[in-house]
Structure formats: C-alpha cells, structure tokens
C-alpha cells in the first residue's frame, strides 16, 4: 500500500545546477505535504512544506509545487550545493481523520562538486 | 532550537528479550510519534499519541509493541519479545498540533535483534 511514492531512488547533479525530486500520491484526502532531508544515522530534518491551497511555496533555495490534479508534487533546490547531498523523503498527511504522516520511499541526491 | 531526544542511540538485543526505547519530545507539544525505517527502506509510522492514549496505529504495531508517557517528559516504546525482524532504526516524533504542522525527529534509536 504505496500511498506515496518516490519513484527516482536516486539523482546526481553538478553543483551549481537545479535539483528537483518528484513524489506522487494516491490518496486524494491528503492536504498538508512535507518534504524532509536525512544524513546517514541522522534523524530526518524538516525542509519544507505546502498545503493544499497552495501550488507553490519558497524558502530559500528550497521550492516546492503541488499539483493536485496530477496528484504530484515536486521539489526544487537551486542553485545545488554539496552540501544538500542526503536522502530527501516526501510525506503526506489528511487534515481529518488521521494521526500520521506517510512517507514516500526517499530519493537519495547526491551533488557533485 | 529545542530538540527531541533519544536514548540509546543504539541498543542490541537478544531475539525474544524486551527492550524499551526512550524518548524526551519538546516540551510544549502534544503529539507523539514513534516510526522506524529498516535500513534501506522508507519511514514507516508505527504509531501516534496524543492525551495520554493511542491515537491511531499501524499494521506493524501489534500486541507486543506499547507505548507509554508515564511521566510528562518521557515517551517510551516497548517491544515485549523481539524478533528479527524488529531490527531498525527507530524515530521519535514530535509536534504541537496534528494537523498542518511539522513533526520534529530525534536522532533515532539503531535496534538490532541477534
């Protein structure tokens, strides 16, 4: 029961250039989406995050978009730095009815200097 | 930055003996997650707390794993009898609100059942 999927397990990139990781969804109850980034042995750190009424939302150099018809929403980190190497996880929770997040299968980026 | 906090940071067992994994979560929140990622693999939810009693859990979290807060800090998941398959890393969780809100992680517990 893959809810949320990440369908790249991983993405190289120069550095410099723009990262983007996708992730999909099958659940159309799902309004609040979170991405997070993981370092080996690490706890997953909170990158960024959009709701439903939204399309899109900036941090930064982080970016998120959210297309709600496609059931699709995607990252973007510009310019890459080797630093942002790590493993980047989409999940997605339903604001009623649900105590839980679910998280998508990770794409691990890796950004080449 | 306040931070949720998890002890050990790795435990090893023997298959069939408890073990019990400790977590501190940020003070003013009021739900509480346990999940855990087997290596290579996505985070799975085991399961959430809020009010002093289980929220919601998943298919995993059967009837030898429980979770407690016996304190107000605290936050504690036991595996009565462990198997094999137990082994993961297991991440603590916590937020202010459910809904539209973040979850803060520990560093996670690495399990390993011999």
């Known amino acids: 029961d893959q809810q949320v999927k990440q369908n790249s397990p991983s993405l190289s990139v120069q550095e410099g250039r723009i990262s983007i990781l996708n992730c999909d969804y099958t659940?159309?109850?799902?309004?609040?989406f979170l991405w997070y980034k993981k370092y080996p042995a690490e706890g997953p750190t909170f990158l960024i995050s959009i709701s439903s009424i939204k399309d899109k939302n900036e941090d930064g150099r982080f970016t998120v978009f959210l297309n709600k018809s496609a059931k699709h929403l995607s990252l973007h980190i510009v310019p890459s730095q080797p630093g942002d190497s790590a493993v980047y996880f989409c999940?997605?929770?339903?604001?009623?009815?649900?105590?839980?997040?679910?998280f998508g299968t990770g794409t691990r980026l890796k950004v080449l200097a | 930055e306040p931070e949720v906090t998890q002890t050990p940071s790795h435990q090893v067992t023997q298959m069939g003996q408890e073990v019990i994994l400790r977590c501190v979560p940020i003070?003013?929140?009021?739900?509480f997650y346990w999940y855990r990622q087997i290596l290579g693999q996505k985070v799975e939810f085991l399961v959430s707390f809020y009010n002093n009693e289980i929220s919601e859990k998943s298919e995993i979290f059967d009837d030898q794993f429980s979770v407690e807060r016996p304190d107000g800090s605290n936050f504690t998941l036991k595996i009565r009898s462990t198997k094999l398959e137990d082994s993961a890393m297991y991440f603590c969780?916590?937020?202010?609100?459910?809904?539209?809100?973040?979850?803060?992680f520990g560093s996670g517990t690495q399990l390993s059942v011999l």
């Open positions: 003070s003013n929140h009021l739900y």
């Open positions: 999940a997605a929770s339903a604001a009623s009815g649900t105590y839980k997040y679910i």
């Open positions: 659940n159309s109850m799902f309004d609040y």
């Open positions: 969780a916590s937020s202010p609100q459910v809904v539209g809100e973040k979850l803060f």
